[in-house]
Nanobody
Framework: QVQLVESGGGLVQAGGSLRLSCAAS????????MGWFRQAPGKEREFVAA????????DYADFVKGRFTISRDNAKNTVNLQMNTLKPEDTAVYYC?????????????????WGQGTQVTVSS
């Protein structure tokens, strides 16, 4: 089992920044992909970004490219999501997730482990 705990959400004005963290514990060695997803009220959960533990390779949804940065701290088993230039449409509950293989990593149904989520609210 893998346990994931997100932190760092909150309320911020448009144009501001937030940094989300996801601390992983348990049998983390078997999971090579860590992803961030988000879900706004009435919408489906969507892919935001992913990082590969073994190589550091990253992937981003088009709507966050240039604004969000995903990173990892192998020593702390933590994955971070730095979110800059936030927009009201970024408002959602953000989840981190883990899966065994790197591919495919954009579909939330491929992820076995999920955190409880952290609320991000961007005011206009």
């Amino acid at each position: 089992q893998v346990q994931l705990v997100e932190s760092g959400g909150g309320l911020v004005q448009a144009g501001g920044s937030l940094r989300l963290s996801c601390a992983a514990s348990g049998r983390t060695a078997s999971n090579d992909a860590m992803g961030w997803f988000r879900q706004a009220p009435g919408k489906e959960r969507e892919f935001v970004a992913a990082i590969r533990w073994s190589s550091g390779s990253t992937d981003y949804a088009d709507f966050v490219k240039g604004r969000f940065t995903i990173s990892r701290d192998n020593a702390k088993n933590t994955v971070n999501l730095q979110m800059n230039t936030l927009k009201p449409e970024d408002t959602a509950v953000y989840y981190c997730a883990a899966k065994n293989a790197w591919y495919p990593h954009r579909n939330p149904t491929n992820y076995a482990y999920w955190g409880q989520g952290t609320q991000v609210t961007v005011s206009s």
